[in-house]
């Protein structure tokens, strides 16, 4: 069945450092790749998404890349802040019925100033 | 505006109680849907209502009981729940209706249920 893995489980920068989470998905026609990120007690708000007829999207310090050949994609945050500390969840859309997500287990990432 | 608006923004009941979880969109989105969401663990998808007619339950057990009443408002009625129940229950909308390219997934900020 459909499945996305996420990898670190935790991640721990510091200030100003960057930050890379990678999700490889199962399902070769998945075609909608959103990122969420989760501070402590809020919703999953998406910092970026990518569809698969593009390699890479960035926005300002976040960036997501996307090879689907290998079916992997990444995250990138560049000049990493106190505030990014929460957990990222990435996602990929499920063939037969893109209004479902399948998202991976998550990353915790802290970023000590 | 992307808001998706959820009450109660907490909720404790017991076993034997019977409550609702409500929640309301006013961006013309076509999908909802109702995640359960545990500690330290990703939201799990219950129920997707595309363009008000239940298109996706993913085995919830019949204690929760979706309803779309019309396009801008979802409940989820419960009835009889367990204490490992207890999680966060998101509401979320989306444009739906486009099934060859994904549809961004706005969240409420989610209903925390305790079962005691």
């Known amino acids: 069945g459909e499945n996305v893995e996420q990898h670190p489980s935790t991640l721990s920068v510091q200030e100003g450092d960057s930050a890379v989470i990678k999700c490889t998905y199962s399902?070769?026609?998945?075609?909608?790749f959103p990122w969420y990120k989760q501070e402590l007690g809020k919703r999953p708000q998406l910092i970026i998404d990518?569809?698969?007829?593009?390699g890479e999207k960035k926005d300002q310090r976040i960036a997501v890349t996307l090879n689907k050949t290998a079916k992997h994609f990444s995250l990138h945050i560049t000049e990493t802040q106190p505030e990014d500390s929460a957990v990222y969840f990435c996602a990929a859309s499920w063939a037969l019925n893109t209004d479902k997500l399948i998202f991976g287990t998550g990353t915790r990432l802290q970023v000590f100033p | 505006d992307t808001e998706v608006t959820q009450t109660p923004k907490h909720l404790v009941m017991g076993m034997t109680n019977k409550k609702s979880l409500k929640c309301e969109q006013h961006?013309?989105?076509?999908?909802m849907y109702w995640y359960k969401q545990k500690a330290k663990k990703p939201p799990e998808l219950m129920f997707v209502y595309s363009y008000e007619k239940l298109s996706i339950n993913e085995s919830v057990p019949s204690r929760f009981s979706p309803e779309c009443p019309n396009s801008s408002l979802l409940n989820l009625h419960l009835h009889a729940l367990q204490p490992e129940d207890s999680a966060l229950y998101l509401c979320?909308?989306?444009?739906?209706?486009?099934?060859?390219?994904?549809?961004?997934?706005?969240f409420g900020e989610g209903s925390w249920l305790t079962v005691v």
């Open positions: 399902d070769s026609a998945s075609n909608y």
């Open positions: 979320a909308s989306s444009q739906g209706g486009q099934p060859f390219s994904g549809n961004t997934i706005y």
């Open positions: 961006m013309g989105h076509r999908a």
């Open positions: 990518i569809r698969s007829n593009v």
